[in-house]
């Protein structure tokens, strides 16, 4: 497997975070839009914030995840060059 390219089940993963993460921000949209007309309450600024709050958690984990997932690529990568080099010389 090509290292520069992401697996299936990577992409597997990373599918429902990404959609939860646009969820979420699609609806802080609609709910800062609302605001900007002028129909919204207090609760209704306290529930963005912790919408805000919680989309940045979530991007905060896949920032990690993508890096642990770099991480692990890189060393597999070097562990498939480490067997080519002892197939090559025997």
Known sequence: ??????????????????????????KIARIKAEAERGRLDPEAERRIGALEEQVAALRQGLEEAHERLDFSER?????????????GGR
């Open 75 to 87: 060393l597999l990568a070097k562990k498939a060059e480490g067997r080519g080099d002892d197939a």
């Open 1 to 26: 497997m090509d290292p520069t390219q992401i697996g299936p089940a990577v992409m597997g993963a990373a599918i429902p975070i990404v959609g939860i993460i646009a969820f979420a921000t699609i």
